[in-house]
């Protein structure tokens, strides 16, 4: 039997700390450390009881919760599971967190009557004890910017779809900003809340300016140097050939693969619409999403890429990439964006 996950609970609310403890108390995998209602005590705490987990929420009146994870970060890794309302500046502060190490955001109810209402909470801890907190300082080499110059992309390349879930902001960062201006359209689908996605797509447009980078929209038409990130909600995000020109579509439908939007059914309908026309890049995340996806288009003719474990927050997403056959190649993150552009002929 497996030792249990030791977490420490890090919230200013008496009351959230009690909702997420008897969260976890219902799960055998996780034992309870020790809980604080600030950084300062937390502190204290992680030097005392060594947790293997720490749930930090985001927003703490007089306290500035980056500035505690910045230091977890740089003086004592250990993986970080932010809990975050569902606001503009919830979503904000939440996004700065992941970019800065943190394991993974969870939404914060927004209302705790009746049910479990940090279900969901458990599995993220299980899964960031097994995490790697240093990898994403490994994976923060510069680009090498000469390449990016002389590198273009193969005529033939219709669209680029990105799928990716935990460790996703990080390295979908590093991925984009090894293309140039005028790349060929990109569609990605990140595994995040709503809200989320949208403050993700404004940081990422401000920070990598050879793309105009966006959330995807109902009907519009994709043209070259275009990225665009499905939303969090209730919606997939898929492409259709429309009159020559390719369109994405927001599609009410049930979870694939137990998401809402699912990479596996943006894949699906790029290996159908495009066809070996695409490239197909499969990234860190938890779970099997987009694995199946990925194997579509590689059945279709399209060339695809899989993230390596080395450089992989979570090797899950592209592990069953890998396993199933559905990547022709597995690269580390910092090689992504130039293998995909030296990829001239199939």
């Known amino acids: 039997m497996e030792t249990p996950v030791k977490v420490l609970i890090v919230d200013d609310s008496r009351t959230m700390r009690a909702l997420i403890r008897r969260s976890f108390e219902r799960h055998p995998g996780i034992t309870v450390c020790g809980e604080a209602g600030n950084p300062i005590e937390a502190r204290d705490l992680i030097i005392k009881d060594q947790p293997d987990v720490i749930t930090l929420d985001v927003e703490m009146p007089g306290m500035n919760g980056l500035q505690f994870l910045e230091k977890i970060m740089r003086l004592r890794p250990i993986p970080v599971v932010m809990v975050s309302s569902l606001t503009v500046r919830g979503a904000d502060t939440a996004i700065t967190a992941l970019q800065m190490g943190a394991f993974d955001c969870f939404p914060k109810?927004?209302?705790?009557?009746?049910?479990?209402?940090?279900?969901?909470?458990?599995?993220?801890?299980?899964?960031?004890?097994?995490?790697?907190?240093?990898?994403?300082?490994?994976?923060?080499?510069?680009?090498?910017?000469?390449?990016?110059?002389?590198?273009?992309?193969?005529?033939?390349?219709?669209?680029?779809?990105?799928g990716s879930s935990t460790g996703g902001v990080e390295a979908l960062e590093e991925v984009l900003s090894g293309f140039p201006q005028h790349s060929p359209p990109i569609v990605i689908c990140q595994h995040m809340p709503p809200l989320f996605t949208a403050s993700f797509a404004r940081r990422l447009?401000?920070?990598?300016?050879?793309?105009?980078?966006?959330?995807?929209?109902?009907?519009?038409?994709?043209?070259?140097?275009?990225?665009?990130?499905?939303?969090?909600?209730?919606?997939?995000?898929?492409?259709?050939?429309?009159?020559?020109?390719?369109?994405?579509?927001?599609?009410?439908?049930?979870?694939?693969?137990?998401?809402?939007?699912?990479?596996?059914?943006?894949?699906?309908?790029?290996?159908?619409?495009?066809?070996?026309?695409?490239?197909?890049?499969?990234?860190?995340?938890?779970?099997?999403?987009?694995?199946?996806?990925?194997?579509?288009?590689?059945?279709?003719?399209?060339?695809?890429?899989?993230?390596?474990?080395?450089?992989?927050?979570?090797?899950?997403?592209?592990r069953v990439a890998a396993e199933i056959g559905a990547a022709c190649q597995i690269i580390p993150l910092d090689q992504i964006s130039n293998t995909a552009m030296a990829i001239h002929t199939r």
Not at 136 to 162: C, D, F, M, N, Y
């Open 109 to 162: 109810p927004t209302s705790v009557l009746g049910g479990d209402a940090f279900a969901g909470l458990a599995r993220l801890v299980i899964q960031a004890a097994h995490s790697r907190p240093g990898v994403r300082a490994q994976a923060r080499a510069p680009l090498v910017s000469s390449l990016l110059h002389q590198k273009t992309w193969g005529s033939w390349v219709e669209l680029v779809a990105i």
């Open 205 to 318: 447009d401000q920070k990598i300016t050879s793309l105009s980078i966006a959330e995807v929209t109902d009907g519009e038409v994709l043209t070259l140097g275009m990225a665009r990130i499905a939303p969090g909600g209730d919606r997939h995000t898929v492409v259709e050939q429309r009159d020559g020109r390719l369109i994405t579509r927001l599609v009410h439908a049930a979870p694939v693969s137990g998401h809402c939007p699912s990479v596996d059914m943006l894949f699906g309908s790029v290996a159908r619409e495009v066809g070996r026309n695409a490239i197909g890049i499969i990234l860190t995340g938890m779970g099997r999403d987009g694995a199946e996806g990925l194997l579509a288009m590689r059945q279709a003719g399209a060339p695809t890429i899989a993230q390596d474990k080395a450089s992989s927050v979570v090797y899950g997403m592209p």
